[in-house]
């Protein structure tokens, strides 16, 4: 089971714990004791990952992650996956206290995993409650509703996270960054825009699943912002459309997405994006926490998985 689901991704998650901390020391070489914590602290965030991707592919009923079957879609796994799911979840302050009890930031990571969950269920209620069966209505769709969704559900486990496992590791008090932790929630909302894009547009074979926002209800980027540019007869095809599992129906709001020529305007979020990004990091007083900032949108930018 946990060679199913921890790793096979990409690992940027926990790869970015190591990275940054090695920025944070500014050039020093990391001694074998600082490699092996900053990369316990990154499998904590793939373990953490692996569990909420579990759980979160049985509530929305998906087929495929990573190029291979959901873990609740392999034979005899199917429920019990949820259960796998909590196994998950508690293989981390196990890690932890293993590994990081006599540290004096011990309490702060318990504190951090614990709040960073907590976060990401919240945004996933939001994401679950705005697609509710029977309850399909894309009027409440909006920009800061699809803004609180990404903060909670994606920003503060996949951007704050690894930063802030690293800044814990070298010392200093997460209440002096919240400037670095706004700026990672404006890197994750920026990722999520991505996601949406490509769970549209993105070549399934590249991002190893086939995209079902449109089918799920989903608020994504993409009918904000075709909400947003549509005309009535536009908006009304959307109504008709949006949240049918039926091909034909989602074959009708890909097509009105093409025709309000959605490539173009994420084209124009990214470069904003980017712009405004590297501005706000630019600002950033240290020049080892601009790196670290850097490093993650470099990352990130025009990815296509």
């Keep these: 089971m946990l060679d199913y689901n921890v790793p096979g991704g990409k690992l940027n998650r926990g790869l970015s714990v190591i990275d940054s901390y090695r920025l944070l020391k500014e050039g020093q070489a990391l001694n074998d004791d600082e490699i092996f914590h900053a990369s316990a602290l990154g499998w904590c965030i793939e373990w953490l990952q692996a569990y909420f ?3 979160d592919d049985i509530m929305d009923n998906s087929h495929t992650r990573r190029g291979q079957p959901c873990w609740f879609r392999v034979p005899k796994v199917g429920m019990i996956a949820a259960n796998d799911g909590v196994l998950l979840r508690n293989h981390i302050p196990r890690i932890l206290k293993k590994h990081f009890r006599g540290k004096p930031y011990y309490v702060d990571l318990l504190d951090l995993f614990n709040e960073v969950e907590f976060q990401t269920a919240s945004g996933q209620m ?3 409650i705005t697609t509710l069966e029977g309850e399909k209505d ?6 800061t509703l699809h803004r609180r969704i990404v903060q909670y559900k994606t920003a503060y486990y996949s951007f704050y996270l690894p ?3 690293a800044l814990l590791m070298a010392g200093e008090d997460l209440d002096n960054h919240v400037d670095v932790k706004n700026i990672l929630v404006e890197m994750g909302t920026y990722f999520q825009v991505q996601d949406d894009y490509l769970d549209c547009f993105g070549d399934p074979q590249t991002i190893g699943k086939i995209g079902t926002d449109i089918e799920d209800f989903k608020c994504s980027w993409l009918v904000v912002k075709a909400l947003e540019l549509s005309n009535e007869q536009q908006k009304k095809v959307l109504h008709e459309n949006y949240g049918k599992a039926d091909p034909e129906n989602v074959a009708k709001v890909k097509a009105l997405y093409n025709e309000l020529n959605l490539q173009a305007v994420f084209e124009e979020y990214e ?3 980017y712009a405004k990004l590297v501005s706000s990091i630019e600002a950033h007083p240290s020049k080892a926490v601009q790196a670290v900032l850097k490093s993650f949108l470099a990352k990130i930018y025009k990815r296509q998985k």
């Design 126 to 128: 939001i994401d679950l």
């Design 53 to 55: 991707l579990v759980l």
């Design 138 to 143: 894309l009027s409440k769709y909006t920009l």
């Design 271 to 273: 470069n904003g994006s």
């Design 163 to 165: 930063v802030a496992c």
